[in-house]
């Protein structure tokens, strides 16, 4: 009975812990809607995994109030003590990982720069070669009487 006490409080661990990963993403990355729910439903679907495998691994399929109330405070013991440093120790890394991109892809953003530089001179050239060739198709065309 101590180690299905104990695997149950573990599992609540687990849970809280996925949550945190589902939930620091979210904050760390802005995505569309359409993502947001496939993320939740991907989080329900491994929260499920983790607890059928729980269930099925210690108790032989038997579930019992004992180790939802143990399961129950495995989650609390995670969010109330260890989640704050999982969430600060994961945004640290995510910053880190964006800084990271961000310098590999520097040389890429100022060829985009360049190069938007230059159509931005030729659509101008060709904005002005526009309105010089209208005025003298504008001039060209016979006045009415």
Known sequence: MATQLLSFAICGLVVGFLFDIFRI???????????????????WILTGLVLLYTIITFTDGQIRLYMIFTLILGTLIYFLIVSKYIIIINIKIIDIIKHIIKLLLLPFSKI??????????????????????????????????
């Open 112 to 145: 985009k720069s360049v190069l938007i530089k230059k159509i931005n001179i030729y659509k101008i050239r060709l904005n002005k070669e526009h309105k010089k060739i209208k005025v003298k198709q504008d001039n060209k065309l016979p006045v009415k009487k």
């Open 25 to 43: 993403t979210r904050k760390a990355f802005k995505m569309p809607n359409i993502l947001i729910y496939i993320e939740d439903i991907l989080f």
